[in-house]
């Protein structure tokens, strides 16, 4: 079964750092590009990072830039999520998801989701 | 910043019925689009990648269609499951982009 599971979401007060984790199964990890994907508390989803297959190229919203870092480790078919300086803005559940791809690769969606992890930033 | 525009952001329908949702982009996409369902409490579900291409496993009576700017999301007859917020992605360019979201709700 597919499976994406992250943890290591919490409470943590303004300026911290937390760092997500995601566990992939049933699927050949240093395939896809990887994601994640935020939704604040009743607001819609919110496209966060993005890494390729082999963690050579890495984009993020303007929001995160210079605070967040995605990264991954094919050998243990994990993506992770470094924030520092955590705002009550990125209060919110964070999803790891997958980008699946057309045959002919031309098209990108994101075709894997986990249940999520919750961050709270507040003091 | 591609901005996606949904509309309406609040639908409220009866089952059977024929339901469409916009999806508006503030420039030209192609057709790099996707739709997502969502449930209270869960993670979203792709519905529709690639403005029209059904998702092996959902029902045929969703369908996507359009290019450029203008997209659309159609259920043929809502079902009691179709109860849910949906929302289009655009994966043409980062930041990849979400709508506002569209709840459909039982009438």
Known sequence: EVQLVESGGGLV????????????SGFTFSSYWMSWVRQAPGKGLEWVANIKQHGNEKYYVDSVKGRF?????????????????????????YYCVRKGSSIEGKYYYTDVWGKGTTVTVSS | ?????????????????????????SQGISSYLAWYQQKPGKAPKLLIYAA????????????GSGSGTEFTLTISSLQPEDFA??????LNSYPQTFGQGTKVEIK
């Open chain 1, 69 to 93: 870092t995605i990264s991954r480790d094919n050998a243990q078919n994990s993506l992770y999520l470094q924030m520092n300086s955590l705002r009550a803005e990125d209060t919110a559940v």
């Open chain 1, 13 to 24: 007060q303004p300026g911290g750092s937390l760092r997500l984790s995601c566990a992939a």
């Open chain 2, 52 to 63: 029209s291409t059904l998702q092996s496993g959902v029902p045929s009576r969703f369908s």
């Open chain 2, 85 to 90: 917020t949906y929302y289009c992605q655009q």
């Open chain 2, 1 to 25: 910043d591609i901005q996606l525009t949904q509309s309406p952001s609040f639908l409220s329908a009866s089952v059977g019925d024929r339901v469409t949702i916009t999806c508006r982009a």
